[in-house]
């Protein structure tokens, strides 16, 4: 059964930095690209970076230079390492390949 599970979100000091650890089953985790989302509060779910099988990675412009996405396919694993927090970086973030999204993971920054 394919499956996506997010670790590592919590409450943060704005400038504060949290990694995200996004663990897959059930797919060939080597071969998707993998994604990062997020959902504030009365917004809309959103890009905020891509990182495809080669390892080619993309950003939104909010987080460049902040958050960077990585992966290591032996252990099935994406991650998002998130510097210089922001409140308005507060959300639920979301792990996604394809149609295939996780169940979320709470980051609050607090200013």
């Known amino acids: 059964q394919a499956r996506l599970v997010e670790s590592g979100g919590g409450l943060v000091q704005a400038g504060g930095s949290v990694r995200l650890s996004c663990t897959a089953s059930?797919?060939?985790?080597?071969?998707?690209?993998m994604g990062w989302y997020r959902q504030a509060p009365a917004k809309q779910r959103e890009l905020v970076a891509t990182i495809d099988s080669g390892g080619t990675t993309n950003y939104a412009d909010s987080v460049k230079g902040r958050f960077t996405i990585s992966r290591d396919n032996a252990k099935k694993a994406v991650y998002l390492q998130m510097n210089s927090l922001k409140p308005e970086d507060t959300a639920v973030y979301f792990c996604?390949?394809?149609?295939?999204w996780g169940q979320g993971t709470q980051v609050t920054v607090s200013s």
């Open positions: 059930g797919i060939p985790f080597n071969l998707h690209a």
């Open positions: 996604n390949t394809y149609a295939l």
